[in-house]
């Protein structure tokens, strides 16, 4: 069946470090979203990424989509206490999302 | 607009109790979903629908049925709880089901069976 990993599932990084999550699916994707989880909320949509090879940012946040449809990855550049949560990837192939196992991101100020 | 709202935010069961849990959005949205969230897991698709009256399936069905009578409200329940049915059940919807469609979801309810 459908298996979207990520990796990694914790990461612990000094403020102000950059930090990288990275997506993985066993089959090619109709498009991939990004969604951030703060501890004891609910999951929050961030983005979007539709195309081959598309690339998008948001101030901090960069998008990547591969050129295959299969992976993904979201890079935040010089973390700030906010940047705390969980980011989850969700691949579309149709009516349902799959998401991922999440990356827990700790910031230690 | 309150969005997506949820009822209960936490229940306690004993194993062969049953429930139902609430959602509800105010965004005529058409499609719905139930998710829940284990440690580790992610969110896991439960059931869904794509209009009023219809269901479907998701990823991990069993012990669950879910009912959409009317568009704004997708019920989740539980016939027979069982301790591997404690988790965080999270409700969303969506405009559509296509490729550009957003996932808001609710706080969420926090359930534990004993």
């Known amino acids: 069946g459908q298996q979207v990993m990520q990796i990694p599932q914790y990461q612990h990084v000094q403020e102000g470090e950059d930090f990288t999550t990275y997506c993985n699916s066993s089959t090619t994707l109709s498009n991939i979203q990004w969604y951030k989880q703060r501890p004891g909320g609910h999951p929050v949509f961030l983005i979007q990424l539709v195309k081959s090879g598309e690339v998008k940012k948001q101030k901090r946040l960069t998008f990547q989509f591969g050129e295959a449809k299969k992976n993904s990855s979201l890079h935040i550049t010089a973390t700030q206490t906010t940047d705390v949560g969980t980011y989850f990837c969700?691949?579309?192939?149709?009516?349902?999302?799959?998401f991922g196992t999440g990356t827990s991101l700790t910031v230690i100020p | 607009n309150a969005g997506v709202t949820q009822t209960p935010k936490f229940r306690v069961l004993k194993t062969g109790q049953s429930m139902t849990l609430l959602c509800a959005q105010d965004?005529?949205?058409?499609?719905m979903y139930w998710y829940r969230q284990d440690p580790g897991m992610g969110l896991r698709l439960i059931h869904y629908?794509?209009?009023?009256?219809?269901?479907a399936k998701g990823e991990v069905p069993d012990g669950y049925n879910v009912s959409r009578l009317k568009k704004q409200n997708f019920l989740l329940g539980l016939e027979s709880a069982a301790p591997s049915q404690t988790s965080v059940y999270f409700c969303?919807?969506?405009?559509?089901?296509?490729?550009?469609?957003?996932?808001?979801f609710g706080p969420g309810t926090r359930l534990t069976v004993l």
């Open positions: 969303a919807s969506s405009y559509g089901g296509s490729a550009a469609d957003t996932q808001y």
């Open positions: 969700a691949g579309n192939t149709g009516n349902q999302f799959y």
């Open positions: 965004m005529n949205h058409e499609y």
């Open positions: 629908s794509v209009g009023e009256g219809t269901t």
